[in-house]
């Protein structure tokens, strides 16, 4: 199954789709509907094809619903482990 999955992640980046690294620099974006229609369904395209970005967009995900159930605005030391945790994924994603 594994093989099945690079497999076809590399015919989607053969056939010009998004890599990992862009996936990872756009995704807060995509997860905010902020892409315009064209860059959301490629993102949507990798994130179905590629396992590792689609548990990252679905950890962003779950921290984000968690976020918007609390009622009480996060610690800045819960948010600055947060921003730090989102940069260590994007460098790994480019390493």
């Known amino acids: 199954m594994r093989m099945a999955s690079k497999f076809r992640f590399e015919m989607l980046r053969k056939k010009g789709g998004l ?20 860059a ?22 779950d921290i984000k619903r968690g976020l918007a159930q609390s009622s009480h605005p996060p610690p800045p030391e819960r948010v600055e482990r947060l921003a730090s945790f989102v940069a260590h994924l994007v ?4 390493g």
């Open 19 to 38: 890599s990992c690294i862009q996936v990872a620099r756009i995704l807060q974006h995509y997860l905010d509907g902020q892409l315009d229609e064209s």
């Open 40 to 61: 959301t369904a490629q993102v949507a395209h990798h994130l179905d094809a590629c396992r590792r970005c689609g548990l990252d967009a679905e950890s962003y995900r």
């Open 91 to 94: 460098s790994e994603g480019e």
